[in-house]
């Protein structure tokens, strides 16, 4: 029992030091409430946030003044988005604009700070805003400095509000470049409506249309020895993926820099890009300057801009790769009825949500689709068509596609009535769509 004792005495002393740590570690009242020597720095404990413009929303303001020194920039909503009005004329990038009005049309002050303004950096102050709202009312917020401690900045409401604090820091909003604050994007014509493409430039020249659904291509590039490129003959059909391959890097093109001032050119932007949508057609110009940097202006970018240095691959493409590979569309869903002949063999079928009719049809328009075609130029057609290829869709043009006299080779000629000049089937392809017609020992 005795030993248990004086066990007992350290234990407890150990117990009771440990209590007073604890209890010293804890903040009294007096020290919670009395924040810290600098103004606008109080704690979330006794600080009162509340909104600096109560009265207006940011997704109602209609233009915003962000006045930093001499500089002065506006931004005006209009009805297809924001646009910078000073110290230019350009697109705005939405999504930032929309960031800076909401920074400060939400902004939320403190208690009034007693001091002079000057001591705050609003007299003058760093920057001023204003903010028009739907009514055409102003208001305007002044912005100082950050304040030494905490994420707060100081601002007052006019030259003659309160000083208080903002609850978060505005002067991260101040910092963003104009040139951050402008899209970068070249077309205002969605890649989806594109009907027309049109490139002229030293190296190459090209004409994409779409009629019936299907595009339609002339191309050329310049010869080896410099010459210009000349398109001649009709146009061929184009190859479906490698048109939407074009159209989605001219719809995602976007400037990688703005110029202030034209550099050096040895000639003018030589380079012309015209793309058509309903009628309407907008333009993209290029060259490059004599330090070879691509440069550029487009229908959204008023002045200059560089382009990223691959931008022009994607058009100065071999001729043939423009060319569609296969022998003509076959959109199954859309059609009504399919008739083949190739000499002595013949398919009539009809189509419906029940399926084909007869059944032998599914096997020939899986034949169809998977030949392939050389668009090379052929000789023109003689004599009366051999065989022929006709699809009839529920809705739209019926397609047909005559084919004329053997060639040396085992191959034919083939017509697509579509347009475009004559081009060859080899025997192999013919082989596969025939080996899949009644009667064919295929």
């Not at 023109?380 to 043009?397: C, D, I, M, N, T």
């Amino acid at each position: 029992m005795e030993t248990q004792n004086r066990l007992m005495f350290p234990l407890a002393a150990l117990l009771l030091g440990l209590v007073a740590v604890v209890v010293l570690a804890q903040p009294g009242k007096d020290d919670a409430d009395a924040g810290d020597d600098n103004p606008g720095t109080q704690t979330k404990d006794t600080e009162h946030w509340a909104r600096l413009l109560p009265g207006l929303e940011a997704g109602t303001v209609q233009k915003l003044e962000l006045t930093q020194g001499d500089e002065v920039r506006t931004f005006v909503h209009e009805e297809d988005g924001w646009r910078i009005t000073t110290p230019l004329q350009a697109d705005a990038d939405d999504d930032r604009v929309e960031g800076l009005v909401n920074a400060f049309a939400s902004a939320e002050g403190g208690e009034t700070i007693p001091g002079a303004p000057k001591d705050f950096g609003l007299a003058p102050p760093v920057a001023k805003v204003v903010l028009t709202g739907p009514d055409g009312s102003s208001h305007e917020l002044d912005i100082g400095d950050d304040a030494p401690v905490g994420w707060h900045s100081y601002v007052r409401l006019g030259p003659d509000g309160p000083v208080q604090a903002t609850r978060a820091k505005l002067s991260s909003s101040l910092g963003t470049s104009l040139a951050e604050l402008r899209v970068r994007t070249l077309w205002s014509i969605p890649r989806t409506a594109v009907d027309a493409v049109s490139v002229r430039g030293p190296a190459v020249a090209l004409d994409l249309e779409q009629r019936d659904g299907d595009w339609w291509v002339r191309a050329a590039l310049a010869g080896p020895d410099g010459s210009p490129p000349v398109l001649d003959g009709p146009a061929v059909r184009a190859d479906a993926d490698h048109v939407a391959q074009l159209l989605g890097r001219l719809s995602s093109l976007e400037a990688t820099g703005f110029l202030d001032e034209a550099p050096a050119m040895e000639t003018d932007l030589p380079w012309s890009v015209h793309v058509t949508a309903a009628g309407a057609m907008q333009t993209l110009t290029a060259g490059q300057s004599a330090s070879g940097t691509w440069l550029g202006t487009g229908p959204r970018q008023p002045g200059l801009v560089t382009l990223p240095d691959d931008w022009a691959q994607v058009l100065v493409q071999p001729v043939t790769s423009w060319w569609a590979s296969d022998l003509v569309p076959v959109d199954e869903d859309a059609l009504a009825s399919l008739t083949v002949q190739l000499g002595e063999h013949r398919l009539e079928a009809t189509h419906s949500v029940a399926g084909w009719s007869p059944d032998q049809a599914r096997k020939t328009v899986d034949a169809l689709t998977a030949v392939r075609v050389d668009r090379s130029p052929a000789p023109a057609p003689e004599g009366s068509p051999w065989g022929r290829v006709v699809l009839s869709p529920s809705q739209g043009s019926v397609r047909e596609l005559d084919i004329y006299q053997e060639l040396p080779d085992g191959s034919r000629v083939v017509v697509d009535q579509a347009g475009g000049p004559p081009f060859r089937l080899s025997a192999l392809e013919l082989g596969r769509i025939d080996g899949a017609l009644p009667g064919s020992q295929g």
